[in-house]
């Protein structure tokens, strides 16, 4: 038995979408913090991500031409609530999570020291897709927690804890489980 749908409703079955935090700068210095849902890698050096055009997090990029990807483990999850409300600009969203800002390696917009990683990249094109621009970026740095490094020097998901969002707008998140390989 299977249930056909037309249109939209479809995005619904792909649902689950890696949790990650970006950090930006406003022009005062504030640190700016928002939770998203998803990336997409365009190249071995580039990534794109789709933000609203109203958002911090889109003015930032656009007047900084710099973010940073943060990705959060199930330790600070309970946080991600605080980083996606509407605080106002003069006012830093890690301040009120209570998290800690780490310098960033390349860039000047700090990452979060509670994450697990941090990739730091320079804005380089956007492409406007209604609300949203789809938001294409460089890697040009970041840093990894040494305890959550597979032998090959990528992340490990398990150790890290990395969640996944599993219903937006609802907060439910989940982690990696059962590996199955092909």
């Known amino acids: 038995m299977y249930r056909?749908?037309?249109?939209s409703e479809a995005m619904a079955f792909l649902a689950t979408r890696p949790t990650m935090i970006i950090t930006t700068l406003h022009n005062s210095g504030?640190?700016?913090?928002?939770?998203?849902?998803?990336?997409?890698?365009?190249?071995p050096?580039?990534?794109g991500i789709a933000i609203g055009r109203p958002s911090h997090t889109y003015a930032n990029i656009r007047a900084r031409r710099e973010f940073v990807i943060n990705v959060p483990g199930a330790d600070i999850v309970k946080t991600l609530a605080v980083l996606a409300?509407?605080?106002?600009?003069?006012?830093?969203e890690l301040d009120e999570a209570g998290l800690t800002s780490r310098p960033g390696v390349v860039i000047r917009t700090?990452?979060?020291?509670?994450?697990?990683?941090?990739v730091e990249l320079s804005?380089?094109?956007?492409?406007?897709i209604g609300y949203h621009s789809f938001m294409i970026a460089k890697v040009i740095g970041g840093?990894?927690?040494?305890?959550?490094?597979?032998?090959?020097?990528?992340?490990?998901i398990f150790k890290a804890r990395v969640v996944r969002d599993f219903k937006y707008p609802k907060p439910l998140y989940v982690l990696p489980g059962e590996v199955v390989e092909g």
Do not use: H
């Open 123 to 128: 804005f380089e094109k956007e492409v406007p």
């Open 85 to 92: 409300s509407d605080v106002p600009p003069d006012r830093s």
């Open 110 to 118: 700090p990452g979060i020291a509670e994450c697990a990683a941090a």
């Open 45 to 47: 050096t580039q990534v």
């Open 30 to 43: 504030v640190v700016n913090a928002g939770v998203f849902g998803a990336y997409t890698n365009l190249s």
């Open 143 to 156: 840093w990894i927690r040494e305890e959550f490094m597979d032998e090959d020097g990528s992340i490990d």
């Open 4 to 7: 056909e749908v037309r249109g």
